[in-house]
């Protein structure tokens, strides 16, 4: 499940010693990194249905096609333009892969003058086409073949998750792919990564960077609007909005939508920031950044930049959304009135502030600040008493008016089916937007996150009912934990007596280490796995979990006595050893041999979870 958790995390110094233990390298990448970064490369692709048919024997033709991609510029090749081979006549799928593969000198067909594309190809042949990218040849080999071959194969660890095992062996497509998937971060016969050569780099441990693969490969963006699907130049066969696989109708207009047509797969990011432009960096002439709502974004395209600069629509002080891109900068710009609409969220802040008028001058007037069930954060200029926590509908006319009222609703109690598509006699909508708030941080949760969890009257700040009598909006109190951070309390200092004791706290949340130093407050707190309320670095609370009995890891849940505990999305592992504590992974905790004790903040059916572990060696 995504979410999106709104607090700042500000890394500060600490003294406290939290090391990540020594962990040999796996084997070999899986199957699913394997498969998205020779998707986002162009050399692996799937049926129409984009089915990759791992388990299949590959061909020669499909074999020397993903040969063909892995080289530069190889992905733009077309039909060949006469008949390379009389088996492989132009009209065939592969011609253009086939004559650019003898070309190059890569692979040869047999002596009787025919290449035999269906043949099945098998570990030596693939092994010594592999080899000849790398810049290898049968010169470079002495002995029988394809004994120097299969030798640096297996020296140069191309053999990694590759399940042939001896030469005449066939190959599958899960096998090509892990034989092409090693070949990236394998070194040439010059001794640079062969990855280079397409233009990418590997990460500082020397491995494939699959995150900068796909981004390097992603095309767009464009903002969802009417018609926006013919700059596609496929049909999909996966799109993903908001961290979550949906279909291609479910994006929504401002979207900003990027694809990679190799993997056949959309991204809709949906991140958007309203409010008036209070400053244009360095220069209304030449902006590189814009401060909205309080907060400067970086502009990180042509197309913003123009809009956003003394020869676009937008200036100082005008009321506008800013649509975040893949990185998190200014995509493009819209009308507050295009783009927001209605919103329904939490006052975080309200306060007078000062914005420039365009012409020199400032202007001050009321700003609100909320927290929307989108999930983003809005800020509007507009007259009124409203407080920070208060429930608001904000709307946004065309002339750019801003209207903002309080929001009340009925109780709503009863219990989430186990599904996660009801709450008592309301179903929930396709499209529903749930917010679940504590002060100022909230969380965007999915319906299913919520499965099983009983709701009483406190729990529910507001909700709303389509025409359909179905759940769309929902905003909660404090139900599920999510919006707050989870670590270790390391250690703790008491200084002084009576009203001049202050305490100092040590404390690590996923692998960051924190201090705050000379409090007057004391925490109810031990040493050990804690809650932390509001900001990471300055929270305004801890809270020390609950232990479970010792158990084991069985799916998604801790089994530990006769109960069973779900798991947080993101919950933290640690090692317990020697008196210090190392932080570890869940992978480690599922397979290694440990006594493992989980910690929660409160059970499943209040919305609780798993949100740390601790192992120690048995």
């Not at 990694?160 to 001896?166: I, K, L, P």
């Not at 009576?498 to 305490?503: P, S, W």
Request: glycine fraction near 10%; include cysteine; aromatic fraction near 8%.
């Amino acid at each position: 499940m995504k979410q999106r958790i709104f607090t700042a995390l500000l890394a500060l110094g600490l003294s406290v010693s939290l090391a990540l233990p020594a962990m040999a390298a796996p084997a070999s990448a899986s199957q699913e990194e394997v498969a998205q970064a020779l998707s986002a490369l162009g050399i692996l692709s799937g049926d129409g249905s984009g089915a990759l048919n791992l388990s299949s024997r590959i061909t020669r033709a499909e074999f020397v096609t993903m040969l063909v991609r892995a080289t530069p510029g190889g992905s733009q090749i077309g039909q060949a333009a006469i008949s390379p081979y009389p088996d492989v006549p132009r009209s065939h799928w592969a011609s253009g892969f086939v004559e650019a593969a003898v070309s190059q000198g890569l692979v040869s067909g047999y002596s009787d003058g025919t290449f035999r594309p269906n043949k099945e190809i098998t570990l030596a042949e693939g092994v010594s086409m592999a080899l000849s990218l790398l810049g290898y040849g049968p010169e470079d080999f002495s002995g029988a073949y394809p004994t120097g071959q299969l030798a640096l194969y297996r020296s140069l660890r191309l053999d990694r998750g590759v399940s042939a095992s001896s030469a005449t062996a066939p190959l599958t497509r899960q096998d090509a792919a892990y034989l092409f998937y090693n070949l990236l971060s394998a070194s040439t016969k010059e001794g640079t990564p062969y990855l280079t050569a397409l233009g990418y780099s590997l990460n500082s441990a020397g491995q494939v960077d699959l995150l900068a693969l796909v981004n390097g490969a992603m095309e767009g963006p464009v903002v969802a609007q009417s018609g926006w699907q013919s700059s596609l130049p496929f049909t999909p066969s996966k799109v993903i909005r908001g961290g979550a696989s949906v279909t291609l109708s479910d994006i929504q207009d401002y979207d900003l939508v990027y694809w990679n047509a190799s993997m056949g797969t959309v991204w809709a990011y949906t991140q958007k920031i309203s409010g008036p432009i209070q400053a244009l960096e360095p220069s209304v002439s030449n902006p590189t950044s814009v401060t909205v709502a309080g907060h400067s974004y970086p502009i990180e395209t042509s197309a913003a930049a123009y809009a956003l600069s003394d020869l676009g629509q937008y200036g100082l002080g005008d009321q506008v959304t800013l649509l975040l891109g893949r990185t998190g900068g200014v995509a493009a710009v819209a009308d507050v009135s295009a783009s927001a609409g209605d919103q329904v969220g939490l006052v975080l802040s309200v306060k007078n502030a000062s914005y420039p008028d365009g012409n020199g001058g400032t202007y001050t007037v009321q700003t609100v600040t909320m927290l929307a069930t989108d999930g983003q954060t809005y800020q509007y200029q507009c007259r009124g008493a409203y407080q920070p926590g208060s429930v608001v509908r904000v709307s946004v006319n065309q002339n750019n008016e801003v209207s903002l009222w309080g929001l009340s609703s009925e109780s709503l109690t009863g219990k989430v089916s186990a599904d996660g598509t009801k709450l008592d006699k309301y179903t929930f909508a396709e499209d529903v937007e749930i917010l679940d708030v504590s002060g100022k941080y909230g969380v965007t949760l999915y319906p299913a996150r919520l499965a099983g969890v009983t709701l009483k009257d406190d729990m529910v700040r507001y909700y709303s009912l389509n025409s359909l009598g179905q759940i769309d909006t929902l905003i909660l109190e404090d139900v599920t934990g999510d919006m707050y951070q989870y670590g270790l309390l390391t250690h703790m200092d008491e200084q002084g007596e009576g009203l001049y004791k202050y305490y100092t706290y040590y404390y690590d949340v996923g692998g960051n280490s924190y201090t705050i130093p000379n409090s007057s407050t004391r925490f109810l707190v031990s040493t050990g796995p804690i809650q932390l309320l509001g900001e990471v670095e300055s929270p305004d609370g801890m809270r020390s979990l609950t232990a479970t009995q010792p158990g084991q890891i069985v799916g998604n849940q801790v089994a530990a006595g006769n109960q069973k505990y779900t798991l947080s999305d993101q919950v933290v592992v640690y090692e317990l050893r020697n008196s210090q504590y190392f932080l570890s992974s869940l992978s480690r905790a599922q397979n290694g041999d440990f006594t493992l004790t989980a910690w929660y903040d409160k059970p499943d059916t209040q919305g609780g979870r798993v949100r740390v572990i601790v192992l120690r060696e048995s």
